[in-house]
C-alpha cells in the first residue's frame, strides 16, 4: 500500500524519515509512503471553510481542504497526519481532527496521532536513546520529566542535552531551535528502540501505522503467492 504522512515541520520529517522504515520496513518492501512537512501546526478553520493562504504550509489550516482533496484521489491507500498537541487537551484536538474527516465525502482512509506536547517527548521515551546519543546528558533534569506531560518538553530535552540548555537556544532564535532538533532527530531518533518506549503517544504512532498496513491488503507476488506475507518490519 501507500502512505502519506502530514507533519506539522521539518524536524519531525526528518525524525519520520528515519523511523517508519523501522516500523513497516524498507521502502518499497512492500510499502511505500511520502513524508510531507509543513511549517507549522496552525488551527482548524471555523466552519472548516477554506480561508488559508496555501503558500504559508500551515498544516491544520489547510486540513479541511487536504483531506477533501485526498478523499477523491485514488493511488493514495492510506494518510497519517502528525501533530503536537502542544498545550492543547489531546482529546478535543482528536475529536477537532476527527470531525474534518467525518465531514468529507468521500473522506480518505485517514489516521490521526498526536504527540503529547511536542515530538521531543517520543525521545525522552526512550531513554537508552537519549544517553548514547548524549552520554553527558543531566540525568537530574531528564529524572525530573514525567512521560507525556505539559511540561515545556523541548525545553526540558534541551536542558538535559544542550550546552546552555533551552535559554541559549532562545536566545539564539529560533533557527538555533529548529537546528536542535533536527539534531535530536539524527542523533537520537537513529537511536531509538521501536519496540521499546515509554511514551504512550509514540506507542500510539507505531501501533496505528502498523494497524494501517495490516490490515490493508498487500501486494500478490505471483512468485510468493500463498507466501505468508509478514510484513518486513516483523508486525
Not at 502530514?6 to 516500523?23: A, N, W
Not at 477554506?50 to 500551515?58: G, L, Q, T, V, Y
Not at 505468508?228 to 518490519?233: F, S, V
Request: aromatic content about 6%.
Amino acid at each position: 500500500m501507500h502512505i502519506d504522512i502530514l507533519v506539522e515541520d521539518s524536524s519531525g520529517h526528518r525524525l519520520l524519515d528515519i523511523i517508519v522504515p523501522q516500523i513497516i520496513g524498507e521502502f518499497g518492501e512492500p510499502h511505500t509512503w511520502k513524508i510531507i512537512s509543513y511549517k507549522g501546526i496552525g488551527r482548524i478553520p471555523k466552519g472548516l471553510r477554506p480561508n488559508a493562504d496555501a503558500s504559508k504550509r500551515i498544516l491544520l489550516d489547510r486540513l479541511p481542504d487536504l483531506l477533501r482533496g485526498y478523499g477523491r484521489t485514488p493511488g493514495i491507500d492510506g494518510l497519517v497526519v502528525v501533530v503536537d498537541s502542544d498545550r492543547v487537551s489531546c482529546v478535543d484536538l482528536l475529536n477537532e481532527l476527527k470531525a474534518v474527516a467525518a465531514a468529507c465525502n468521500p473522506s480518505p482512509n485517514v489516521i490521526f496521532r498526536i504527540a503529547v506536547e511536542e515530538i521531543e517527548a517520543w525521545y525522552l521515551g526512550d531513554r537508552a536513546a537519549v544517553m548514547s546519543a548524549y552520554p553527558r546528558a543531566k540525568q537530574d533534569v531528564l529524572n525530573r520529566y514525567e512521560q507525556d506531560s505539559i511540561c515545556g518538553t523541548w525545553e526540558l530535552l534541551a536542558d538535559a542535552v544542550h550546552k546552555g540548555g533551552s535559554a541559549a537556544l532562545k536566545r539564539q532564535g529560533y533557527v538555533a531551535a529548529g537546528a536542535a532538533k533536527h539534531e535530536w532527530a539524527d542523533q537520537i531518533g537513529s537511536r531509538m528502540n521501536m519496540a521499546n518506549n515509554a511514551s504512550h503517544s509514540f506507542s500510539k504512532f507505531r501501533d496505528g501505522l502498523i494497524r494501517l498496513v495490516v490490515t490493508s491488503p498487500l501486494p500478490v507476488d505471483p512468485d510468493t503467492s500463498g507466501a505468508d506475507n509478514t510484513l518486513p518490519g516483523g508486525a
